[in-house]
């Protein structure tokens, strides 16, 4: 259902985790439904891509395990947010989870910020 929602242009990594550069897709049939006239990217999709993006740069299957807070700073509204920029910050917890704290922004604003735990 979210196939063709955004594509992710790079992952690079950094000193403390990544950064990715993603690039929505404004014409993706999501938008019709949320909202017709006034498309805003849903929040679970926010979620969705952050957790595609750590999937493929850590090259294996990575599931939600507990969202500590998630907080929309502003709405991301396609046709004018199409290019998303991601920094993740990560560290290991207890095992082999995943800690990290992502912010999700544009060229000129932060857009949602999120601490969780992934598995």
Not at 7 to 30: C, F, K, Y
Not at 32 to 44: I, N, T
Not at 76 to 98: F, H, M, N, Q
């Amino acid at each position: 259902m979210l196939e063709g929602l955004f594509t992710i242009e790079n992952i690079t990594p950094t000193d403390e985790g990544l950064s990715a550069r993603l690039r929505l897709n404004p014409s993706h049939p999501v938008f019709e439904g949320h909202f017709p006239q006034r498309p805003v990217l849903p929040g679970v999709c926010q979620m969705y891509a952050l957790r595609e993006v750590l999937c493929r740069f850590h090259g294996r299957d990575i599931r939600w395990e507990s969202v500590r807070e998630i907080k929309f700073l502003s709405p991301i509204l396609p046709p004018d947010d199409t290019e998303l920029l991601l920094s993740v910050r990560e560290s290991v917890a207890e095992g082999d989870k995943l800690k990290i704290e992502a912010v999700l922004a544009t060229h000129t604003a932060r857009k949602t910020k999120i601490r969780a735990i992934f598995v």
